[in-house]
């Protein structure tokens, strides 16, 4: 069999090296499992895609991975192609997502939200060092390496990921809704910048519990994220550091090219701990947990909806549920993509 994507492996089997554990999660395009090398102790994760329908991502992914090596990003160890399927066999990351780990930790302040900041900011500076943007930065695709305390975060999922040759501009529209730059919705063309702007909207999360652009409507949102309409709501943010607040400022600049870069952003005082609080922020935690069991509740039943899509049928339940949870809260967790184009 002759291989469909460079590097990776053809002539022998997954199965050949690795027994196939217990599933990790499932995504848009992929299903992770555990597994163990055989013969060893060593435990990998593997993603499982179909190569045939999901060829672009795939190739993208694996042709990003191959070239990066970074402690804050996953690392990809090697790729089985088989017929039907792709094998991609990563590091496994055990300490779980990044608002998983706050809503568990007994005391979290600004300093925490500093270091998980300064992991991200570092990762997509050595990203984009390497002509990669990512272009799907979001809490769920930050992972941390293990569950001791000072874990490295790392970042995942390059899917949508683009590597930039000689122009560094690109057009497709994708990324999830929530964290997506104004210029990927008015379709002009847009540089790495919309990285800083997605991590600016997490970090702006990481201090309070909510979306900077919440409202009523998808619609709404748009229009708020298009005109940078956002602000530093009381009660929620008298008490964070006016250095916590300038670094979002210029990572939710509305002009790209007066938005901090990565390499700067690692330079700012609150990114590098010099300006951080260590005040337990009790009310930040609590609207995280009601945040992320939201973004859960709404994955969840996104993934009923496709398979009812797929089979024709939606039962009637689950077209109530569709409703459920904060009416102010819009459906963020749907990927946006520019349908079969080829992603550029």
Aim: proline share 3%; glycine share 6%; with cysteine.
């Amino acid at each position: 069999m002759s291989c469909m994507f460079k590097g990776v492996i053809c002539d022998k089997a997954f199965g050949d090296y690795y027994i196939l554990g217990k599933e990790l999660g499932r995504g848009a395009f992929a299903s992770v499992y555990k597994c163990q090398q055989k013969g060893t102790s060593n435990f990998w994760s593997v993603k499982l895609l179909n190569k045939k329908k999901y060829r672009k991502v795939a190739a993208t992914e694996i042709g990003i991975l191959l070239k990066l090596k970074h402690p804050n990003v996953v690392r990809l160890k090697e790729v089985f192609e088989s017929a039907e399927e792709v094998h991609m066999v990563l590091e496994l990351v055990t300490g779980g997502e990044l608002f998983e780990r706050i809503i568990t930790r007994g005391h979290y302040s600004e300093k925490d939200a500093a270091c998980a900041v300064k992991d991200m900011v570092t990762a997509v500076a050595y990203l984009h060092r390497n002509g990669v943007v990512h272009r799907d930065l979001k809490p769920e695709n930050m992972l941390y390496e293990d569950l001791s305390e000072h874990a490295r975060l790392k970042i995942t999922d390059f899917g949508l990921s683009k590597i930039l040759g000689t122009d560094a501009t690109m057009h497709t529209v994708c990324g999830t809704p929530t964290y997506c730059a104004p210029e990927i919705f008015l379709g002009k063309k847009y540089t790495q910048s919309v990285d800083m702007w997605s991590l600016g909207v997490v970090t702006y999360i990481l201090l309070s519990g909510y979306e900077p652009f919440i409202a009523s409507t998808d619609r709404e949102m748009f229009k708020k994220i298009i005109k940078c309409d956002y602000e530093f709501d009381s009660p929620y943010w008298d008490a964070i550091s006016e250095n916590a607040k300038d670094l979002i400022r210029k990572m939710l600049m509305l002009e790209p090219n007066k938005r901090i870069t990565a390499e700067h952003a690692l330079k700012h005082p609150w990114v590098m701990g010099l300006a951080t609080k260590n005040v337990h922020m009790e009310e930040a935690v609590v609207q995280i947990k009601t945040f992320n069991a939201k973004r859960k509740l709404k994955k969840a039943t996104e993934a009923v909806l496709a398979v009812a899509r797929a089979t024709h049928h939606l039962p009637l339940d689950m077209v109530q549920m569709v409703n459920i949870g904060d009416s102010t809260t819009p459906n963020t967790n749907t990927n946006i993509t520019g349908g079969n184009e080829k992603m550029t």
